[in-house]
T-cell receptor, first 113, second 110 residues
Framework: KAGVTQTPRYLIKTRGQQVTLSCSPI?????VSWYQQTPGQGLQFLFE???????NKGNFPGRFSGRQFSNSRSEMNVSTLELGDSALYLC????????????FGEGSWLTVV | QKEVEQNSGPLSVPEGAIASLNCTYS??????FFWYRQYSGKSPELIMS????GDKEDGRFTAQLNKASQYVSLLIRDSQPSDSATYLC??????????FGTGTRLTIIP
């Protein structure tokens, strides 16, 4: 069974640009969560989608947005990039149900210069 | 504010010894608890999940849960250099998102 797939793996963007990251969950998983990880802040929850609906949202500015498609694939977008957005962005998927285990993809390393 | 707290370390343990990692959480009604391991530059990978009070063993790893005291721990027996990583504790608070601690950096000394 294929794991969670994230693309692109590495990218460099300039301040003010926008970026879109993609995530394909494990087959059969309908819940997708996004996390930002930085050395200083650890793993910070961005948002969770289930059946194309945002179910939970973290404390990030509106520049961070996401969506989920009918095939459960998800994208997140960051607009007007800032230097502080440089981080590892992790996507995780889980099977339907409360409290289920989440499985991470390899992540997308974003550097903003 | 629902929180998960871990000692950031670093925790240094001799090879072959038992490594003990601890985690406390703020919400008594939490039902699902997880330990993830993260190697430098890699994404977190699941080690164990635990849902009931007591111990759960999987190979060299034992998770211990005490809901009354609101803590969960991870024991690693016969520690190996390959166990050197950051260990993340994660807790579901009710129907909300999975909340992670900041992680404990473990170093196994050969």
């Amino acid at each position: 069974k294929a794991g969670v797939t994230q693309t692109p793996r590495y990218l460099i963007k300039t301040r003010g640009q926008q970026v879109t990251l993609s995530c394909s969950p494990i087959s059969g998983h309908r819940s997708v969560s996004w996390y930002q990880q930085t050395p200083g802040q650890g793993l910070q929850f961005l948002f969770e989608y289930f059946s194309e609906t945002q179910r939970n949202k973290g404390n990030f500015p509106g520049r961070f947005s996401g969506r989920q498609f009918s095939n459960s694939r998800s994208e997140m977008n960051v607009s007007t990039l800032e230097l502080g957005d440089s981080a590892l962005y992790l996507c995780a998927s889980s099977a339907p149900g409360i409290g289920n285990t989440i499985y991470f993809g390899e992540g997308s390393w974003l550097t903003v210069v | 504010q629902k929180e998960v707290e871990q000692n950031s370390g670093p925790l240094s343990v001799p090879e072959g010894a038992i490594a003990s990692l601890n985690c406390t959480y703020s919400d008594r009604v939490s039902q699902s608890f997880f330990w993830y391991r993260q190697y430098s530059g890699k994404s977190p990978e699941l080690i164990m999940s635990i849902y009931s009070n007591g111990d759960k063993e999987d190979g060299r790893f034992t998770a211990q849960l005490n809901k009354a005291s609101q803590y969960v721990s991870l024991l690693i027996r016969d520690s190996q250099p390959s166990d050197s990583a950051t260990y993340l504790c994660a807790v579901y608070f009710g129907n909300e998102k999975l909340t992670f601690g900041t992680g404990t950096r473990l170093t196994i000394i050969p």
